[in-house]
């Protein structure tokens, strides 16, 4: 069985799945947004009197959800560097395209990984990004 990853510095998942699984020499990681750790407040999430997102801080998102990142690839014994592969997905292409991949390009200034970048409708969560990702550590 691969084995699970969890990381206590990263938000709980919103279902019944870990972090990550390590497979050999690679770390598939679950869908990782940015949640804060302990209290599951989205960075930036500003709401109606309903509880209804009225506007959100994407730069803050985009951060916090890379920190979460980095969280869960430490508590692997490994770093973003290690990172192949990454899948993004926004709830508004539109208007959040530019500041993701410009934090995302800080981030990795050169020889980045694999990106694919995809519109949703929703996450499962009040936020407006989520990371796929895949690492593949040693050799």
Same mark, same amino acid.
């Given at each position: 069985?691969?084995?699970?990853?969890?990381?206590?510095?990263?938000?709980?998942?919103?279902? @019944?799945?870990? =972090?990550?699984? /390590? $497979?050999?020499?690679?770390?598939? %990681?679950?869908?990782? #947004?940015?949640?804060?750790?302990?209290?599951?407040?989205?960075?930036?999430?500003?709401?109606?009197?309903?509880?209804?997102?009225?506007?959100?801080?994407?730069? @803050?998102?985009? =951060?916090?959800? /890379? $920190?979460?990142?980095?969280?869960? %690839?430490?508590?692997? #014994?490994?770093?973003?560097?290690?990172?192949?592969?990454?899948?993004?997905?926004?709830?508004?292409?539109?208007?959040?395209?530019?500041?993701?991949?410009?934090?995302?390009?800080?981030?990795?200034?050169?020889?980045?990984?694999?990106?694919?970048?995809?519109?949703?409708?929703?996450?499962?969560?009040?936020?407006?990004?989520?990371?796929?990702?895949?690492?593949?550590?040693?050799?």
């Amino acid at each position: 069985m691969p084995s699970a990853i969890n990381s206590a510095n990263a938000p709980a998942p919103v279902g @019944a799945y870990p =972090h990550a699984r /390590l $497979v050999g020499n690679w770390l598939y %990681l679950s869908g990782v #947004g940015p949640r804060q750790p302990g209290t599951n407040e989205v960075p930036g999430n500003q709401y109606d009197d309903a509880g209804k997102v009225v506007t959100y801080d994407m730069e @803050a998102q985009c =951060h916090s959800v /890379l $920190v979460n990142i980095r969280s869960i %690839l430490e508590a692997a #014994g490994a770093s973003l560097g290690d990172l192949v592969d990454v899948t993004v997905y926004l709830t508004d292409m539109k208007n959040d395209f530019a500041t993701f991949n410009r934090i995302y390009s800080e981030t990795f200034p050169e020889n980045g990984p694999c990106r694919t970048t995809v519109e949703v409708n929703a996450l499962p969560t009040a936020i407006a990004i989520e990371l796929k990702c895949v690492a593949h550590l040693g050799g």
